[in-house]
């Protein structure tokens, strides 16, 4: 039988994981520097390790893992939101990409948050290169895939019943 605080503890583990990829692999060593919208994908990536080590700490039961399952799955579900976009700006032809836009520093300290936000989200034409690829997907698929599998965790967290196989 398996814990509960167990599966928000590896959920945290993935997060730190992604985090530690991103940060030290790509980054660093591959030296391949963040777009704009792989920044808002680390910012969701972080938020949702918080709520996890949260929940693994709190170790709730009943409707305490009700609550983080809405939280772990509106979190991930805005993740997934901003890499699908990623993906998609990645599958435009080239005549199609946006140009170029400023860095997201300029962006933020020129615009109103919502502004700003509503230009990230736009993409650009840095956020089309694909620099990097594994089984035929790039960071930002990958990413969609594990911002899917928190979605699904949440979405057991919201539906499973007290008599589950998994212990609270």
Not at 1 to 15: D, N, S
Not at 83 to 96: E, I, K, T
């Amino acid at each position: 039988m398996l814990k509960l605080r167990t599966l928000y503890a590896l959920g945290f583990m993935m997060c730190v994981v992604m985090m530690g990829t991103a940060i030290f692999y790509f980054q660093r060593f591959l030296g391949l520097e963040p777009c704009p919208l792989c920044i808002l994908q680390r910012v969701v990536v972080i938020s949702l390790g918080v709520v996890l080590l949260i929940a693994a700490i709190h170790g709730p039961s009943g409707w305490g893992n009700r609550v983080y399952g809405g939280l772990i799955m509106l979190i991930a579900g805005s993740g997934a939101a901003v890499a699908g976009r990623h993906v998609w700006l990645q599958s435009l032809p080239p005549d199609q990409v946006p140009e170029c836009g400023p860095t997201l520093d300029y962006i933020l300290e020129v615009f109103p948050l919502s502004k700003a936000l509503q230009l990230v989200l736009h993409g650009s034409g840095e956020c089309a290169k694909i620099e990097w690829q594994f089984l035929g997907l790039s960071i930002p698929g990958w990413t969609l895939i594990a911002f899917s599998g928190f979605i699904l965790f949440g979405l057991m967290l919201l539906v499973r019943r007290s008599s589950s196989r998994l212990a609270p």
